[in-house]
C-alpha cells in the first residue's frame, strides 16, 4: 500500500507561481510513475503532468498541452516525494489537484491507471 499526502496549494494572482507537493508513505516509490491531475468545479478531472522510471535513476516527464512550458514535474526519491512546480498561473489552473502513484511505468495520462490517490490539495488562481 502506497499512501499518498498532498500539500501547498493556496490563493495567488494570475501570473505568479506555486509549488505542490505529494508526499508518500508507506512503500519506497522510486519505481513508481507518480502523476499530477486537476478537476475544477463541474469539469472532469484531468491530467496535468506524470513522472515515469526508465530504470535506474532515469525518469520521464509527461505534461498536458496546456501547462506544457509552465509547469515542472520532479521528484526526490530519497524524501519520497514529487513536486508539482507551477508558474505564469491563470485563472483556468484553478482547481483541486490531486497526486497519484502506480506501479505499472507507462507514463500513462489515464487517471483510472493508477491506483493510489491523495486527498488533493486547493489551488486557487484570482484574476
Known amino acids: 500500500q502506497v499512501q499518498l499526502v498532498e500539500s501547498g496549494g493556496g490563493l495567488v494572482q494570475t501570473g505568479g507561481s506555486l509549488r505542490v507537493s505529494c508526499a508518500a508513505s508507506?512503500?519506497?516509490?522510486?519505481?513508481?510513475?507518480v502523476g499530477w491531475f486537476r478537476q475544477a468545479p463541474g469539469k472532469e478531472r484531468e491530467f496535468v503532468a506524470t513522472?515515469?522510471?526508465?530504470?535506474?535513476?532515469?525518469?520521464?516527464?509527461y505534461y498536458a498541452d496546456s501547462v506544457k512550458g509552465r509547469f515542472t514535474i520532479s521528484r526526490d526519491n530519497a524524501k519520497n516525494t514529487v513536486y508539482l512546480q507551477m508558474n505564469s498561473l491563470e485563472p483556468e489552473d484553478t482547481a483541486v489537484y490531486y497526486c497519484?502513484?502506480?506501479?505499472?511505468?507507462?507514463?500513462?495520462?489515464?487517471?483510472?491507471?493508477?491506483?493510489?490517490w491523495g486527498q488533493g490539495t486547493q489551488v486557487t488562481v484570482s484574476s
Open positions: 513522472t515515469r522510471w526508465g530504470g535506474g535513476s532515469v525518469y520521464y516527464a
Open positions: 508507506g512503500r519506497t516509490f522510486n519505481a513508481y510513475d
Open positions: 497519484a502513484a502506480s506501479y505499472v511505468s507507462s507514463g500513462s495520462r489515464i487517471s483510472s491507471d493508477y491506483e493510489y
